[in-house]
């Protein structure tokens, strides 16, 4: 998509701290970090959100997946983390972009947005 923000970084429009990638996932540090270690992960497919989870091969699926763990060893997460992926605008999705958010560091407070 043109004018998605996520989909401008994976194409190397608009620049990242990148952290990962491989042929369908690409992961990035997030901006405004909520933890010490918030890394965005992002299937290279534009996807709108989970809900749009159909369109998206199992392969992608399970690559996102992976691709989190990979990140999460690869910063030394070993004391654990947290995976989110906020869908739609009740759970305050900012970017209409399949996205999971690996958050560690630190201990993290039960409630998180």
Do not use: W
Not at 53 to 67: G, I, Q, V
Not at 91 to 105: E, I, R, T, Y
């Amino acid at each position: 998509m043109s004018d998605c923000l996520f989909c401008k970084i994976i194409a190397g429009e608009i620049p990242s701290a990148k952290v990962y990638e491989d042929d369908l996932v690409y992961a990035f540090r997030d901006i405004n970090p909520m933890a010490p270690t918030h890394v965005l992960v992002v299937p290279r497919q534009h996807l709108a959100s989970l809900d749009a989870a159909d369109e998206a091969s199992d392969e992608t699926l399970a690559a996102l997946l992976r691709a989190c763990r990979k990140i999460a060893a690869q910063e030394g997460l070993s004391n654990g983390y947290r995976v989110v992926s906020n869908c739609g605008p009740d759970a305050c999705q900012s970017v209409k972009h399949l996205h999971f958010h690996v958050l560690g560091g630190a201990q993290l407070s039960e409630r998180m947005s």
